[in-house]
């Protein structure tokens, strides 16, 4: 099988543990969105018709990708490689999980999310320099139950 996995390499703020490639300077988003698009444009016939059966968005921070972004970028891969994907999944930071944007998540086709919990405790989170807290770490798990999420797969 063939899957295609996305790097969006930025973060609101850095945690003090992490190994994976990132900066905060978001105003690059943008453009590095846009050189994504060329780059699988570039590498249509690297699979040599091979079905994609899944697409995972990791990072840094893809849940900070706007819906107009998120949106390019699946319909560049949808477009590019077309096959009935079987699993979408999205790397999701706790501060970014609001309703509306599960609801835009799902309406793109997302139906996995990787939550970046980390831990429960304060003091850890803090240590971390995570941009959540735990109270909000015990939020998301509530809101893993809601009607909303309900489509999601949580790992
Ligand atoms: C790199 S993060 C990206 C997603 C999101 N920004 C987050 O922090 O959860 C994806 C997952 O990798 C795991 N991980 C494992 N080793 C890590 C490391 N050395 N630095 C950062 N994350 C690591 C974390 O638990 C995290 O949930
Ligand atoms: S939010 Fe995730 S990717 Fe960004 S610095 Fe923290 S652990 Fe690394």
Known sequence: MAGIYIHIPFCR??????????????RQVDQLVLAI??????????????????VYFGGGTPSLLSE??????MEKVRKLFPSDWKEVTLEANPDDLSEENLSMWKELGVDRLSLGI????????????????????WRLLRKAEMPDSKSFRLI
Do not use: P
């Open 13 to 26: 703020q850095a945690c003090h543990y992490c190994d994976f490639h990132f900066s905060t300077n978001l």
């Open 37 to 54: 698009g060329k780059e699988l444009e570039m590498r249509k016939d690297y699979l040599k018709n091979q079905a994609v059966e899944t």
């Open 68 to 73: 107009r972004q998120l949106h390019f970028l």
């Open 118 to 137: 980390q831990s429960f405790q304060e003091e850890v989170l803090q240590f971390y320099n995570r941009a959540h807290t735990a109270i909000e770490a």
